[in-house]
């Protein structure tokens, strides 16, 4: 989106509001355009979520049929626990 300043100016809260969201903010004065970017950058919130390394012992094999069915147990019970609670 692109504005005047006076439009820019009648609506700078609103405006930069839309920039926080991610849109493209721009507004022109004299003849030169500008551009409303957050400092942390642009985009929205997920825009901003740092990756988490996830580590996993290298022994344990995943696709190991007893490891899974011990896994779901174990998942089976907390659920169990959890809807108890309701």
Excluded: C, Y
């Excluded at 903010?25 to 901003?48: N, Q, S, T, W, Y």
């Excluded at 580590?55 to 626990?81: F, H, Q």
């Amino acid at each position: 989106m692109e504005v005047p300043i006076t439009e820019f100016r009648k609506n700078i809260f609103a405006l930069v509001n839309q920039a926080a969201e991610g849109k493209d903010v721009r507004f022109i004065h004299k003849g030169r355009r500008f551009r409303i970017v957050p400092e942390d950058g642009a985009g929205d919130k997920l825009d901003r979520i740092t990756p988490m390394q996830v580590l996993v012992n290298e022994d344990i094999d995943l696709d190991d049929p007893a490891l899974k069915a011990e896994m779901m147990a174990e998942m089976e019970k907390e659920w169990e626990r959890d809807w108890s609670q309701l």
